[in-house]
């Protein structure tokens, strides 16, 4: 990559870094260290929150499924505002007005230690495995780049921002936010500008799109109740809000965002920004991948877009890939030839050329995909890896087709989301470590000097425990459908102890019963039923652990005054 676009990357990351130190304050103290001493203004609070869910995965991830799969995964977030608005008038505010440090401390004074421990236990699993998926997405791009294996690369971005986040506490990690946010608009508004004026001449941006659009990319809505299909409307109304509820309301790397704010009035306003601004931002990312696969129609892609394999087949089957590769130009030359076709069809104003132009690109289409299809094969075969590449494509156009300067700006993007979420899930991770654990059971009274060096370890450990979730992470696929897999196996379960808790009947017991029901409801579905989609566990955990606590709570014995 040219020196130009280091220096750009160089420049902001040591930007961030330092104007984000130079914000804290009172971090020598617990509650500024852990909560900013609750004084953030909203906005800055909104941007955290946006920006701690805005991660690397979203650059790399969404934009890699935008371009294979089109615009369905906006579906996910169709139950987002509903869940922001939910939360703004019970959560939010009963956490806020409870003065605690992290949402499981809460569940104690709800319920008991024993609810809270296992809580807490479980949020540190889900969130210590999917901050080890936010790392995987720019590691990606450092194996592509510099051709380095994938722990070099994660080894590279994590102790930095292991060490930035140990020294800056969460006022550092909210400050960095605000500016990733302007970046990532920014960066990502360029890239579609880019793409637009590098349309060949004789496709407008309506031909590209129906050209798009006769793939099924551009389709956002599938009103089919399909409990097996992953993204449906009736997927994202209802999965898709016991998810964002679970996420945004109960896991601690969103609650303390909320915590840091200077009032609860200010803690309301901050949740909704991401109830206006989630979804079309989640749009913009998913066009931007689609734009590149139309880019892809008139310009010849890699056979693969992981140059690892590409060299590693190249080396050990040579003869296929020879193959493989003529075919592959081949497919190409045609397909670009019928999106041409389309073009001078639309522009002729005839329906039925139009019609059989498009038909013969989807044929065109199917041919490419098939020979792709095979390549895939023959990887697998040849690295004995899972040979799906889509968190490869975005990396490959960025290095390889964007101008000098817009590289760099792109790059800069992804780090920095990168490394404010990291920053982010290891701050929380570290914050329900010494306060749910360590606090709770090994040391009930320090300085708070000792709590903070405490602080500091978990950080490094849990950034550890994340580096090795990285490394296995990047063999399975799409990230953005990773980490929400992840989630999706606690975040119901999570839900729906808190939702007991609102629930005045409700008892210690029947919480802590309805929690190992819920898990067990959803490990059972994984096992016995995995044609559900993953979004239908965040459902299912939550009914279950309130129907089973609710049923044991009633049956319990009353409680003394």
């Known amino acids: 990559m040219h020196p130009i676009n280091w220096l750009i990357v160089a420049a902001y990351v040591i930007y961030v870094v330092w104007d984000g130190l130079r914000r804290s304050k009172d971090t020598d103290e617990i509650e500024g260290y852990l909560v900013a001493g609750r004084s953030l203004p909203w906005w800055v609070v909104g941007l955290s929150v946006m920006a701690t869910q805005f991660s690397a995965i979203t650059m790399i991830g969404t934009t890699g499924q935008g371009a294979t799969d089109g615009m369905r995964?906006?579906?996910?977030?169709?139950?987002?505002?509903?869940?922001?608005?939910?939360?703004?008038?019970?959560?939010?505010?009963?956490?806020?007005?409870?003065?605690?440090?992290?949402?499981?401390?809460?569940?104690?004074?709800?319920?008991?230690?024993?609810?809270?421990?296992?809580?807490?236990?479980?949020?540190?699993?889900?969130?210590?495995?999917?901050?080890?998926?936010?790392?995987?997405?720019?590691?990606?791009?450092?194996?592509?780049?510099?051709?380095?294996?994938?722990?070099?690369?994660?080894?590279?971005?994590?102790v930095p921002t292991i060490l930035y986040t140990a020294f800056g506490g969460v006022q550092a990690v909210a400050w960095a936010d605000v500016k990733q946010m302007v970046l990532i608009v920014v960066a990502l508004l360029a890239i579609v500008t880019v793409l637009v004026l590098r349309l060949p001449e004789g496709v407008g941006v309506t031909d590209a799109l129906a050209i798009a659009g006769s793939t099924g990319r551009l389709d956002t809505f599938d009103f089919k109740f399909d409990l097996t299909e992953t993204y449906t409307f009736w997927s994202g109304i209802v999965g898709g809000t016991f998810l964002m509820l679970s996420y945004f309301g109960t896991d601690q790397s969103q609650v303390q965002r909320h915590l840091t704010a200077k009032s609860v009035d200010a803690a309301r306003s901050s949740i909704m920004i991401s109830a206006y601004w989630k979804i079309p931002l989640q749009a913009l990312v998913l066009m931007v991948g689609v734009l590149v696969f139309v880019f892809y129609l008139f310009t010849s892609p890699p056979l693969f877009f992981n140059p690892d394999h590409d060299a590693r087949v190249r080396a050990g089957a040579p003869a296929e890939y020879a193959d493989l590769e003529s075919r592959f130009e081949s497919a190409f030359m045609q397909r670009r030839g019928a999106a041409r076709s389309v073009a001078a069809a639309r522009e002729s104003g005839d329906d039925a050329t139009v019609e059989r132009s498009l038909e013969a690109f989807r044929s065109s289409e199917a041919g490419l995909t098939a020979v792709r299809d095979d390549a895939l094969e023959l990887a697998e075969r040849v690295t004995g890896e899972n040979p799906r590449d889509v968190n490869y494509l975005i990396p490959s156009f960025v290095i390889n087709q964007l101008p000098i300067?817009?590289?760099?700006?792109?790059?800069?993007?992804?780090?920095?989301?990168?490394?404010?979420?990291?920053?982010?899930?290891?701050?929380?991770?570290?914050?329900?470590?010494?306060?749910?654990?360590?606090?709770?059971?090994?040391?009930?009274?320090?300085?708070?000097?000792?709590?903070?060096?405490?602080?500091?370890?978990?950080?490094?450990?849990?950034?550890?425990?994340?580096?090795?979730?990285?490394?296995?992470?990047?063999?399975?696929?799409?990230?953005?459908?990773?980490?929400?897999?992840?989630?999706?196996?606690?975040?119901?379960?999570?839900?729906?102890?808190?939702?007991?808790?609102?629930?005045?009947?409700?008892?210690?017991?029947?919480?802590?019963?309805?929690?190992?029901?819920?898990?067990?409801?959803?490990?059972s579905v994984h096992q016995f039923a995995p044609s559900v989609a993953f979004l239908w566990y965040n459902v299912i955990g939550a009914v279950t652990v309130f129907v089973t606590g609710a049923v044991i709570s009633l049956s319990l014995p009353a409680a003394r005054p």
């Open 405 to 523: 300067g817009l590289a760099g700006l792109f790059i800069a993007g992804v780090l920095a989301a990168a490394m404010s979420s990291i920053a982010a899930e290891l701050n929380a991770l570290s914050t329900a470590t010494v306060i749910d654990f360590y606090k709770r059971y090994v040391r009930k009274e320090a300085p708070d000097a000792h709590f903070l060096r405490v602080s500091k370890i978990a950080t490094a450990f849990w950034g550890v425990v994340a580096c090795v979730v990285a490394v296995y992470s990047v063999s399975l696929g799409s990230l953005i459908e990773v980490v929400n897999l992840y989630g999706s196996f606690f975040y119901g379960s999570i839900l729906g102890v808190f939702l007991l808790a609102m629930w005045r009947p409700a008892r210690g017991w029947g919480a802590f019963i309805g929690l190992f029901a819920g898990m067990g409801a959803v490990w």
């Open 73 to 158: 995964l906006i579906q996910l977030y169709f139950g987002l505002p509903l869940a922001m608005l939910i939360l703004s008038v019970t959560l939010v505010p009963f956490l806020y007005r409870a003065k605690v440090y992290t949402a499981y401390e809460f569940l104690e004074r709800r319920f008991d230690a024993k609810t809270r421990t296992l809580t807490a236990l479980l949020f540190l699993m889900s969130r210590g495995m999917s901050a080890g998926v936010i790392i995987s997405a720019p590691a990606v791009i450092f194996a592509s780049v510099f051709g380095w294996n994938i722990v070099a690369s994660v080894a590279l971005l994590a």
